[in-house]
């Protein structure tokens, strides 16, 4: 069964599961017993108040699931460097080699949680109850109720139970992780390596992580001690409210070293929300590929300074593309909110409600402009669709630019580069070792889209981009990239 995230996720796959992650692992995880790390200074005198308040409303996760006798079943799917992945690889390697047949086998893990709500609902995350058969709530009295799972989020890792209980149950609620600064007290309860209820403190070290676990990570970075078994337990502030659930940690060895990772309540309540109401998360989407804005992009942008987001696709028929977004616009505000970064755009496009009219700020050639997006519910499949073909170009000999081998797009080019029908610039066919363009990834078989954000169809459209960029000044060439698939990026050139 799954765990919490070491990172790295933090389940307890039975009492005693030994510690087997390799070194430096990071692994998503939960909250345990360990010394207190905190920041120089006084800490609070005490936090045995608001623990007792919110003490009943946290509850430990034990979940099953039946492991069939067949020689090609499956491991569970664990976040990368989980606990669990030891002990998995422990189960389902250890096959008897006589090829006599095996018998199914229960496979039990425990995790944490918290109610939400007295009528019975909880939170808690995805990994914990990933694939269970059977998911129990262990409450702080002793007493034990079966859960339901209401909805899922396997991006944000967060998910919504449901139990039926006698009489209503203590919850607690949500605080506002925006208003937390680094060097904020924060205490964490869960359940780690199956012990039961336990309380550590720290502090917040860092706020907005991205630790590569998926598409709207934005971290809280705790020392509180989180282990294994604590993952989806809740990190509150000194007032009681959760501002955070714990999900993973960074760890040689499986314990908590005071680098944890939660994630935070304005990324929860509205995915919590939307499970709630629908059973599923409905995200924004505008139909855009994106990538980060670089200094060498500031600069042959005109931006100053890097911030914003750079759009490298937008899908045909998308909102992006009927509001009048392009490729090779930088968004800095969208919907009232400063875009200062990509995961910025990514998270708050997702926010936003489907059928929504936003106000969209871009820079386009050096000018600001404010275009009107509607946005759409984000499809199950979000890949760019490509355009339409161009017309053949005539065979003309390659020509040489910056270093790279330039030539118009052919039928052979096509064939030998493996390159779709409906994308259109110029090819790359060779590039010096020795040159800016190889250092900077370009290569054989890449077509070039645009250069300076001007569209591309010779060598010699090229070209006469590279000069007037040269007379304006510029220090080096903005170029859009595309591979064979389609799938497109900005790179910076010099031009010395």
Same mark, same amino acid.
Request: glycine content about 10%.
């Given at each position: ?285 505008? +139909? /855009?590929? @994106?990538?980060? =804005?670089?200094?060498?992009? !500031?600069? &042959?942008?005109?931006?100053? %300074? ?118 259109? +610039? /110029?090819? @790359?066919?060779? =590039?010096?070792?020795?040159? !800016?363009? &190889?250092?900077?990834?370009? %290569? ?53």
């Amino acid at each position: 069964m799954p765990a919490p995230f070491v990172p790295s996720r933090l389940l307890s796959g039975r009492s005693r599961l030994p510690a087997l992650l390799l070194a430096a692992v990071v692994a998503f995880g939960g909250i345990g017993s360990a010394p207190l790390h905190a920041a120089p200074g006084k800490g609070p005198d005490t936090v045995a108040d608001v623990a007792e308040k919110v003490m009943d409303a946290v509850v430990n996760i034990s979940t099953s699931q039946n492991v069939a006798p067949s020689r090609s079943v499956p491991a569970p799917q664990l976040p990368p460097g989980s606990p669990y992945e030891d002990f998995f690889d422990e189960f389902f390697k250890r096959r008897p080699e006589d090829g006599s047949e095996q018998r199914s086998r229960r496979v039990s893990s425990l995790g944490s949680g918290f109610v939400i709500d007295p009528s019975g609902f909880i939170v808690t995350n995805n990994h914990v109850i990933s694939d269970a058969d059977e998911i129990f709530a262990n409450f702080n009295d002793g007493s034990k109720l079966k859960a339901e799972v209401i909805g899922r989020d396997t991006k944000t890792d967060l998910a919504l139970l449901k139990v039926n209980p006698p009489k209503p149950l203590v919850a607690v609620k949500f605080g506002d992780s925006e208003k937390l600064r680094v060097g904020d007290w924060v205490m964490a309860i869960g359940n780690p390596f199956g012990l039961g209820g336990t309380l550590t403190v720290g502090v917040v070290s860092a706020r907005n992580r991205d630790i590569n676990s998926g598409p709207y990570d934005n971290f809280i970075q705790t020392d509180a001690a989180i282990n294994r078994g604590n993952s989806g337990g809740p990190l509150f502030n000194m007032e009681g409210e959760v501002i955070g659930i714990n999900t993973a940690i960074i760890s040689p060895s499986g314990g908590s070293i005071g680098i944890g990772f939660a994630v935070p309540s304005a990324t929860a309540q509205p995915v919590i929300a939307q499970i709630e109401q629908f059973k599923e998360v409905r995200r924004g989407w505008i +139909g /855009v590929r @994106i990538q980060p =804005v670089t200094e060498d992009i !500031a600069e &042959s942008l005109g931006l100053g %300074k890097p911030r914003g987001a750079l759009i490298g696709v937008v899908t045909e028929n998308s909102p992006a593309a009927q509001g009048g977004i392009k490729a090779g616009d930088v968004i800095v505000k969208f919907n009232g909110r400063d875009i200062k970064e990509v995961r910025d755009l990514t998270r708050t496009v997702a926010d936003t409600m489907a059928d929504s009219e936003v106000e969209v700020v871009v820079i386009r050639k050096g000018k600001e402009e404010t275009l009107r997006v509607k946005v759409a519910r984000m499809p199950e499949d979000d890949k760019p669709e490509g355009s339409k073909p161009a017309p053949e170009a005539q065979k003309v000999p390659p020509r040489k630019a910056l270093g790279i081998e330039l030539s118009a797009m052919s039928d052979d080019l096509r064939k030998r580069y493996k390159i779709k029908s409906e994308i259109s +610039g /110029v090819v @790359i066919t060779d =590039v010096d070792r020795s040159s !800016a363009a &190889s250092d900077k990834g370009l %290569k054989a078989g890449q077509v070039i889209v645009q250069v300076g954000q001007e569209a591309v169809a010779s060598p010699a459209d090229v070209e006469k981009q590279i000069d007037a960029l040269r007379k304006a000044g510029k220090r080096s060439a903005l170029f859009l990239v595309s591979d064979g698939e389609g799938k497109q990026e900005f790179v910076t050139v010099p031009l010395n």
